[in-house]
């Protein structure tokens, strides 16, 4: 799309230009830009307002570069990955840093890694997560997260959709497990971990509500969820606190 401009093994194209790529049994990979550069020499494309469409996942940045003969890709600047399912029980994620490097078989994305701070939300229709930390890498399954492992200063906060109760999780590095509809099953916290739950309670006298509040700390800790709701909490290495589901 738009123009072009050629050299000896480097060609310019302008004009929001697109790169489409097929894939199996799926919608073809789309790499859009405001512009593209195409280095032959190295068989890498880079260009600005880089956008990589791999639906239902799509990675946004404001500088792109993908390699061609590795199937990678390279984004910077207030980069946003997206995940959108389809349906009403479906997941909806975003999650933003400063740069993400991604990995692809035959224009799948399987992995993302996050090198510098991350932070943003997971939702389906049970409950809402939102997570942060220094670095971060997620597996991926058909587009969603399959698994998200999160480290330095991690916080993770649990809301469930149905009673509001909210749960926040800390520690110096953090697992999370999703099931294969893509709800998170399990969360395992390690160095200095400490879960909180705030449980509201209804008055029915005064028709006001309270809030009880648990806490375990532990060097380990294994989070269960089950239907969007923290179940149990379990502590493989030394325990403080007490945990109420």
Known sequence: A????LEQDRAW???APSL?????GAKPLQLIANSLEFDATNSVLSGSGFH???DPTRITAALGRYATDGDSASLFGS?????FGSGAEAVHSILR???VRVSLVEGDPRRVQWPDAVSGRIQDFRQSIWVSGQVGTGDLSEGRLDLLRLNGSVEVIH???DSGRLSRFSAGGMSLEFDPAGS???????GRAVARSRVPEDREESGEEEASMNEVRGEELVIDLEDGRVVSVRVQQSIEGRYLP
């Open 2 to 5: 738009g123009s072009a401009e």
């Open 13 to 15: 194209y302008f004009g």
């Open 20 to 24: 489409v790529r097929d894939r199996d």
């Open 52 to 54: 990589l469409d791999a």
């Open 79 to 83: 980069t946003v990955f997206e995940h």
């Open 97 to 99: 840093s400063d740069s």
């Open 159 to 161: 809301q469930n959709l």
């Open 184 to 190: 998170l099953r399990r969360v395992r916290a390690t």
